[in-house]
């Protein structure tokens, strides 16, 4: 009976742990966040296909950040809002999928920059992997642990694995710093919200452009106008292919700000290669340069939006979208 009493106390010491532990991080600003992974993301692909009037948001992390899905949903709520972007990637292959899916004839909004038609499909920025885990590894047991991972992580703060005690020891002992609140959170739609006052917006900023510097220097021998039209072509393809079964796509260019548009100028001068795609593609484009209530938005990082301004800038995109008559 020793070992008995011995496994309730036990149990009982650990549940209090935890108990104590998910309420300090919480005291510390922390909150419960959803982590983003393929098994999520194929729970919002498997959605496709079940409506006409369905919207497909496709592209990268400004697209998640940028565009607000509750907005999104309360402006148009017969739609159906699908969110397939993916952080640090480039939404080719998966526009490709989409085309390649005889279910699917709804509305695509594409986040889509230059460097992406040119570079979209390099293994670094290509959404090939998660386009493969789902037509072959996603299946009724993978599903079902993701929803309750959903359940789990939206409720406690203590799974979230960037409170991971192992960062957390070594945040303290090389820096001396305690670990603060991610600025980035992500809901279960997988859009997510970053508040640019949770961080040293200074040195983040700096972080960013120093990284995007570094990435398009290392392009910049592959940038070639030639076979950036080649690769508008084959995006074009795809796009035909949604057309014909009475679906649409958008391309837009989110905003940018400061030194990252004074970079993409340099490496990627609108006038040379997002014009040329906006001539050369039957899809609906729009650059947030040339829409003044899309240009009025300021970018904490130089790259995406604050969630104070999300909600506004939905709007605004909503707008212009209904003016093109797309909506």
């Not at 920059?113 to 590894?137: E, P, W």
């Not at 005690?165 to 279960?188: A, M």
């Not at 650059?287 to 990082?301: A, E, I, R, Y």
Request: hydrophobic fraction near 40%; glycine fraction near 4%; aromatic fraction near 10%.
């Amino acid at each position: 009976m020793h070992w008995k009493r011995s496994w309730i106390i036990a149990v009982v010491a650990a549940f209090v742990l935890l108990v104590c532990l998910e309420i300090f991080w919480r005291s510390q600003g922390h909150q419960p966040a959803i982590v983003d992974d393929m098994r999520l993301w194929s729970l919002e692909r498997e959605k496709v296909g079940n409506s006409v009037n369905e919207i497909v948001l496709l592209g990268s992390s400004r697209m998640q950040t940028d565009v607000s899905t509750k907005t999104l949903k309360e402006l148009l709520p017969t739609h159906p809002i699908i969110n397939l972007s993916i952080d640090g990637s480039c939404a080719n292959a998966t526009l490709r999928d989409l085309a390649e899916d005889e279910n699917f004839s709804g509305l695509v909004l594409c986040d889509m920059t230059s460097q992406c038609v040119l570079f979209g499909d390099d293994n670094k920025l290509s959404q090939n992997a998660h386009i493969r885990y789902y037509h072959r590894m996603f299946n009724l047991n993978n599903k079902l642990n993701r929803i309750i991972a959903t359940m789990v992580q939206k409720n406690l703060t203590i799974v979230d694995p960037y409170l991971n005690l192992q960062k957390i020891l070594g945040l303290i002992v090389t820096k001396r710093e305690f670990r603060q609140p991610n600025y980035l959170k992500t809901s279960e739609d997988r859009s997510r919200s970053a508040d640019y006052q949770k961080t040293n917006l200074g040195l983040h900023k700096a972080k960013r452009i120093e990284k995007i510097e570094e990435i398009y220097q290392a392009l910049a021998p592959a940038i070639r106008k030639d076979v950036f039209l080649d690769k508008v072509y084959g995006i074009e393809n795809a796009v035909k292919r949604i057309q014909k079964r009475g679906g649409k796509v958008v391309f837009i260019e989110f905003p940018v700000s400061g030194e990252h548009w004074n970079i993409d100028e340099k490496y990627f001068p609108k006038t040379t290669y997002w014009n040329s795609f906006a001539t050369l593609t039957t899809a609906d484009t729009i650059h947030f340069k040339d829409v003044d209530s899309l240009n009025n938005f300021d970018c904490p990082d130089t790259s995406h939006l604050d969630f104070r301004d999300k909600d506004e800038f939905t709007k605004q995109l909503y707008a212009e979208l209904v003016k093109k008559g797309i909506l």
